[in-house]
């Protein structure tokens, strides 16, 4: 039996939800637990359930950015402001704490990544130098 990636479950739910009276839901859901049972994939729950919600944001115009910063802090309003022209969506933002960044910020949307961190502009510098 072929193995089915998280997007590809997702994508299912996304369809067969789509597809069907909400009255009919809790039917779905049911059937979709056995079908991830029965390929032993109930593993992937958490993966699944980040896609379709993904699916589910991207329908009402949203996308999520993760934003990296060097320590704990609140992400200015200005900022998301910013981010939410840049994208031409409305933004729900994930922030992530990574002190390996030393400092600035690293932005992921979608597939697209826009790294302000200052350990990145040490290892650009870095390269100019040796070349």
Sequence with gaps: ?????????????YDS???????????????????LAQNGDLGKY?????????????EKGLSQAQVTV?????ISRSVIDELNK???????????????????VVVRVDDTLIDASVKNQLNNLNKSLKN
């Design 70 to 74: 060097a320590q704990d802090m609140e």
């Design 17 to 35: 939800v789509h597809q069907t009276h909400e009255k009919d839901h809790d039917k779905v859901m049911d059937n979709f637990v056995k079908i």
């Design 1 to 13: 039996m072929p193995k089915f990636t998280s997007n590809q479950y997702a994508e299912a739910l």
């Design 86 to 104: 840049i994208t031409g969506s409305k933004l729900e933002i994930k922030k992530k704490v990574d002190s390996g960044i030393v400092g600035g």
């Design 46 to 58: 958490e993966e699944i359930a980040e896609a379709y919600k993904i699916m589910v944001m991207k």
